[in-house]
């Protein structure tokens, strides 16, 4: 297991390593393999990007994010400015029905709300907006419609998780309630974890995943 001191020079390398990210700018804390990101980052998507890598480092247990968008004077919009941007880039989302997503812009932070079928779509509304300027955070809050019963959506993401050689399948629990889903035991890396989550959303009528496993190094 690695220390936190080593833990934090590679949470700062792989800053470093993602052009996206001015690392210069933001400060890095480990106590017990729970990050902390702080600083100031010229965009949501900065932001955004910064909290990937440091999810991509082995040994990271939990992420803490104290990181604040402050714009620059060309890169502010008014609301109206990025709703009508926003409302265009999901018109032209073409893994998107017509007219599904709605969107409401508070002192820039972007809220998405609608109906789709599938967990891509929700995903897909929400990285069209992310890089808009003047967008400070983005909530997505896009509901999924249930299309199937419950023991088929957990048949197939147990299915998944082993046609996907996901370590260990069986010991990831799937628990299905509705049409919201709770993985529940062990993984042994954000990826592995990841796969699995993504595993869940990727069955049809999945609205909602919980995740509750545990990350064993």
């Known amino acids: 297991m690695k220390s936190d001191s080593q833990l934090q020079q590679d949470v700062m390398a792989e800053l470093k390593w993602e052009p996206?990210?001015?690392a210069a700018q933001i400060?890095?804390?480990v106590k017990n393999g729970v990050v902390t990101l702080a600083g100031e980052v010229g965009s949501y998507a900065e932001k955004w990007n910064a909290e990937r890598s440091a999810q991509r480092v082995n040994g990271?247990?939990?992420?803490?994010?104290?990181?604040t968008v402050r714009l620059s004077v060309s890169g502010k919009r008014t609301d109206a400015e990025i709703a009508q941007a926003a409302h265009s880039i999901l018109a032209w989302t073409s893994?998107?029905?017509e007219d599904a997503i709605s969107v409401l812009v508070e002192r820039g932070w972007l809220t998405l709300t609608g109906d789709v079928n599938w967990q891509y779509q929700r995903?897909?509304?929400?990285?069209s907006v992310r890089y808009l300027p003047g967008v400070t955070g983005v909530s997505n809050q896009i509901a999924i419609k249930p299309?199937?019963?419950p023991a088929v959506v957990k048949s197939d993401i147990e299915?998944?998780?082993?046609?996907?050689?996901?370590?260990?399948a069986s010991s990831i629990a799937v628990e299905v309630s509705g049409a919201d889903v709770t993985l529940t035991?062990?993984?042994h890396s954000w990826s592995e974890r990841d796969l699995a989550t993504r595993s869940a959303w990727g069955t049809a009528g999945v609205r909602h995943v919980v995740d509750k496993m545990s990350l064993v190094y």
């Not at 990271?60 to 990181?67: N, W």
């Not at 995903?123 to 990285?127: L, V």
């Open 159 to 168: 299915a998944a998780l082993k046609r996907r050689a996901v370590a260990d």
């Open 95 to 97: 893994s998107l029905p």
């Open 27 to 29: 400060g890095v804390e």
């Open 60 to 67: 990271v247990k939990a992420l803490a994010v104290e990181m």
């Open 147 to 149: 299309l199937l019963s």
């Open 123 to 127: 995903q897909d509304a929400a990285d």
């Open 185 to 187: 035991g062990t993984v």
């Open 20 to 22: 996206s990210v001015h």
